[in-house]
């Protein structure tokens, strides 16, 4: 499985968009990105997902370079509430590691008024 | 709001005491996975399942065991609870691998 690098913290000031980066450079081209986020120790809540074209669903944005070495989640107007873990996972959706997901250390969002 | 329980939420024991964490979906996910985070730490796969009669090993080594009899349930089991069990235990399904539901965890405490 190709391995994730994210940045360990970023801030966000509240109302503005919060822009998390994800890099994926040994991604293969069956391997999804997934991106999930835990808030306080509560169960990891899924975000989103994307292959090679960017995505949109009414929690965030997903974009992937062309290359697919990289990815930034945009959540576009960040809340207090958007304080989390953000979690960039990359994994094959099929075969036998179907739906096993690697969590790493992830990206600690703070979102401050 | 997905629909998975996690029963007890907390659960302080002494050592030696056999324990089950139960788990249970009402989506009819027929996939199924236990995973097990010590506090700040990350999360590890411990047990997963593709259906009815089917359990694997996770990632990670763990000294529980499961069992999956019927669709929407999906326990786990120590045998003889120890102070390195201490952790919280979340369970999670999905019915296409993409999207993983998971339960609100259970915090063990091994005394």
């Known amino acids: 499985d190709a391995k994730t690098t994210q940045p360990p913290s970023m801030d966000c000031a509240e109302g503005r968009a919060a822009n998390l980066p994800c890099n994926h450079s040994?991604?293969?081209?069956?391997?999804?990105v997934y991106w999930y986020r835990q808030i306080h120790s509560q169960g990891p809540q899924y975000i989103i997902h994307?292959?090679?074209n960017n995505e949109t669903n009414e929690m965030a944005s997903l974009i992937i370079t062309e290359d697919r070495k990289s990815s930034t989640l945009i959540l576009p107007h960040a809340t207090l509430r958007d304080t989390a873990v953000y979690y960039c996972?990359?994994?094959?959706?099929?075969?036998?590691?179907?739906?096993?997901?690697?969590f790493g250390q992830g990206t600690i969002l703070t979102v401050h008024p | 709001e997905a629909d998975i329980y996690q029963t007890p939420r907390y659960l302080v024991i002494g050592t030696g005491k056999k324990i089950t964490l139960e788990c249970s979906q009402t989506?009819?996910?027929?996939?199924m996975y236990w995973y097990q985070q010590d506090p700040g730490m990350e999360l590890h796969l411990i047990h997963y399942s593709y259906g009815v009669n089917s359990t694997e090993k996770g990632d990670l080594s763990s000294e529980s065991t499961v069992s999956r009899i019927r669709t929407e349930h999906f326990p786990l089991t120590l045998e003889s609870a120890r102070p390195s069990h201490t952790s919280q235990y979340l369970c999670?399904?999905?019915?296409?691998?993409?999207?993983?539901?998971f339960g609100p965890g259970t915090r063990l405490t091994v005394t």
């Open positions: 994307g292959l090679k």
């Open positions: 999670a399904s999905t019915l296409t691998g993409y999207e993983q539901y």
């Open positions: 989506m009819g996910h027929d996939k």
């Open positions: 040994t991604i293969s081209g069956n391997e999804y």
């Open positions: 996972i990359v994994r094959d959706a099929g075969g036998t590691s179907y739906g096993k997901l690697t």
